[in-house]
């Protein structure tokens, strides 16, 4: 009987730069993000969260500054309602952006652009931090001949996009930055890089515990006599 912890690991490339964010889940609710540079294999281990986090319902921005999540805390009588999308600095959780979602048929969203962002949630869903300062939720419509790829801010405007990404959502191959699924894979908590005889082990992931850590942007006093505190969207009570 395999009793080892269940570890997996997801991977979510910005398509504008060389960086890319790791969720790693397990064992049990347990997540860590962690920011890593597939160029020269370098890593910033982040941040834990104690919660669901909907692997499929994230992404990270095209220049990979902000990472967008969904996440279950089960606390429904609270301001997170209980799961919530939140936007944050990877390798943190920490929210810049959260905006309460009450239940998991939606949640979650992702990245138009290096600053935009699509959620699904209610068009009358507010953001309950309001610290994400430089990014935009927009909207997606029916496309027409005067908006071809259906984006829109609140107000109705089309939302213009750098050639690039009009590339990436108009589904072109050729467009820079695509996903590098096909370079990499991942097995429990490793990650590889494939080879024209097989792959390399780049890093295991498995031998990790979790610490509290204090996101660097963290702008709340923490306690008395403590410089890091485990963390929670807004009252600190996730721990392990």
């Not at 990270?60 to 902000?66: I, M, N, Q, T």
């Not at 068009?123 to 419509?141: H, L, S, Y």
Request: hydrophobic share 35%; with cysteine; glycine share 8%.
């Amino acid at each position: 009987m395999n009793t080892a912890p269940q570890i997996r690991l997801h991977l979510y490339f910005a398509r504008h730069t060389t960086l890319a964010v790791i969720l790693r889940q397990g064992p049990n609710k347990l997540a860590r993000l962690i920011l890593w540079n597939h160029a020269d294999d370098s890593f910033i281990d982040g941040q834990w969260l104690k919660s669901r986090i909907y692997a499929e319902r994230c992404d990270v921005s095209a220049d990979g500054r902000y990472f967008l999540y969904f996440a279950l805390d089960g606390h429904w009588v609270s301001p997170t309602m209980g799961s919530y999308t939140a936007l944050s600095r990877p390798p943190w959780f920490t929210a810049l952006a959260l905006y309460p979602q009450g239940d998991t048929w939606c949640g979650g969203g992702q990245f138009v652009d290096a600053q935009r962002y699509l959620i699904d949630s209610s068009p009358n869903a507010a953001d309950i931090i309001g610290r994400a300062e430089g990014t935009q939720r927009v909207f997606r419509t029916q496309p027409d001949a005067h908006n071809t790829l259906g984006f829109r801010h609140r107000d109705g405007r089309r939302v213009n996009l750098r050639p690039e990404d009009c590339a990436y959502w108009a589904g072109d191959a050729r467009a820079p930055g695509s996903p590098l699924v096909s370079t990499f894979s991942t097995e429990g908590g490793r990650l590889y890089r494939r080879t024209t005889t097989g792959r390399d082990l780049i890093r295991d992931f498995t031998d990790m515990h979790f610490e509290p850590l204090r996101a660097p942007y963290d702008w709340r006093v923490p306690e008395e006599d403590t410089t890091a505190q485990p963390w929670h969207p807004l009252d600190r009570e996730q721990g392990t």
